[in-house]
């Protein structure tokens, strides 16, 4: 085994730390990225503002309400209120005021 003079050591420790630093920076910073899209996520998820319940007394008025509403083709339990805001846009003859006339597009995670 050869060994290094101090020379030839010392500089190679120095840059091994210097890319070790840069490293640790890199995933700090994805650690704090991620961190901040999944607190979105989060409060996305658990938000209270956007999200709205019917309750029926049993199956049957629950699927009379979807037929005659014409909701059905958007789901039975779950529904998407964004198809159902832009059905109700796109079918209206005249601008839907209830939305402010436009309807917002937003990426789903």
């Known amino acids: 085994m050869k060994l290094l003079k101090n020379e030839e050591v010392v500089p190679s420790l120095l840059q091994m730390e210097r890319e070790s630093e840069k490293d640790l920076d ?62 109700l846009v796109l079918n209206s003859k005249h601008r839907c005021h209830l939305f402010g006339g436009s309807v917002p597009h937003r990426k789903s995670t």
Not at 27 to 41: G, L, P, S, V
Not at 59 to 66: D, G, I, N, Q, T
Request: proline share 2%; charged share 35%; aromatic share 14%.
């Open 26 to 87: 890199r995933m700090t910073q994805a650690f704090r990225k991620r961190k901040e899209t999944e607190d979105e996520r989060f409060a996305d998820a658990t938000e209270s503002h956007f999200w709205c319940c019917l309750g029926f007394q049993n199956p049957a008025m629950l699927k009379e309400f979807l037929q005659k509403t014409g909701w059905e083709k958007f789901g039975v339990k779950y529904i998407d209120g964004m198809k159902v805001q832009r059905n």
